[in-house]
């Protein structure tokens, strides 16, 4: 069982509401370190540990500068998410590029920064090596294809367009060696959201003996195995989160076994965990502030899934509760949806709720577990602005960390000039 709190009281937000209307983020501060924490020390149990904090889970600097703070890197999977890294003070081989089908500004960016590259492909060495020059350390994305089960976000491995394949990645390795590279990382991502423990520990057990392959056969001793992202949270009141200890006790136990007969003893482990992370400790606040009853019975909230597309492009899971009626008796059966012209735009297909007041004063509806991919998959289709984020420090305040688009920044990208001759053209003027 996961427990589905809010940190705030309906008064709170009563208030909060005067300056900052809704839809808006919330962050915890306090819950982010202290999950940040057990992950550090969870993981101590390695020589060397980093985990790079999945950027595009939670593209903020605020948050960035958070984590660093706790020794997390970042892992950035493009050129505005490696200049959030930079600007977030995250450095050097702190800074992970996983990126694919990469151009050649990315690879520049990533080696100003001194960051780590991580080759999504077999070509991407002689392009790398072109573009941006090829750096002292390097580590490589595998693809295990048929030898790992994916899951529904990710697809099977065989059908994902990322990684090498087993024999292009000791080619990959013995040319980069050839080339002057010296020190060499491994990498996989196979899953995401996958909340079954065994699952993550096989995918350990599969680096790890692929790090000893290729020793055997390239003669490379790899420096560092990222296990990439994809451990799931429990979105679900009656499912469990993943036990850091357990995990990393698990995955301790096979590097043990695997790899200190094999030599490689030293190697560091990193991950480039998102969700996880941050996940738990964000909310989507917004108001209810229609009922319809047709066939199905309506909410309609001021937000829409241009603030939170998960439930609409996975048909994901978020809890909701009403601040204020915790412990109401669930009697509604109601489909909560947000305004966007897609039938899909629905926070919660017949879900269980108390009487939901609506209007200008009704109640706050609060969208748990949206602290990562949340706001970020943010988009704005039907002419939406995304909503801003706020963040509740240690002490209790709250500190506006984005705030919400205004109709200026969606027009932002138009050249008026250039539109206004074009009327004058039509008009006849030109
Ligand atoms: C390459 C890579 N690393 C890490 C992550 C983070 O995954 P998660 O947020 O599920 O931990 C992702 C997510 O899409 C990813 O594509």
Known sequence: ???????????????????????????????????????????????????????????????????????????CSSYPELLLAEMSGIKREAIMLTSNETPAREYLKARELGAVINLDDFTHIEYLEKTAGLPETISCRYNPGPLKEGNAIIGKPEEAKYGFTREQ????????????????????????????????????????????????????????????????????????AVSWEALAAGLKKLYDEILLPAGLGGMALHTEYGRPVTGPYGWLVARAIHKKEIYRNYIGLDASMADLMRPALYGAYHHITVPGKENAPLTETCDVVGSLCENNDKFAVQRKLPKIDVGDGGDFVVIHD?????????????????????????????????????????????????????????????
């Open 169 to 240: 990645l000791v080619e990959g390795y013995r040319l980069l060696k050839k080339k002057g590279v010296k020190h060499f990382g491994l990498h996989t991502m196979v899953a995401s959201n996958e909340l079954s423990l065994d699952y993550h520990l096989e995918t350990g057990r599969l680096l790890f003996e692929l790090a000893v392959e290729i020793k055997n056969r390239a003669g490379i001793g790899i420096e560092f195995v990222n296990l990439g992202g994809g451990l799931g949270i429990p979105y679900r009141p009656e499912q469990e």
């Open 1 to 75: 069982m996961s427990e589905k709190k809010f940190p705030l009281t309906k008064a709170r937000l009563e208030k909060l509401v005067e300056r900052y209307p809704t839809p808006f983020y919330v962050y915890d501060e306090q819950g982010i370190r202290e999950n940040a924490r057990r992950i550090q020390s969870a993981f101590s149990v390695f020589p060397s540990y980093t985990e790079h904090f999945a950027v595009k889970a939670l593209p903020n600097p605020f948050i960035l500068k958070i984590l660093a703070d706790e020794g997390f890197g970042a892992d």
């Open 370 to 430: 949206a602290g990562a991919h949340g706001r970020a998959m943010g988009f704005n289709y039907n002419g939406k602005l995304r909503c801003g984020e706020l963040l509740l420090r240690p002490d209790g305040s709250l500190v506006q960390i984005r705030r919400a688009e205004t109709v200026d920044d969606y027009l932002g990208t138009l050249d008026v000039w250039a539109l206004r001759e074009f009327d004058a053209h039509f008009s006849g003027r030109l």
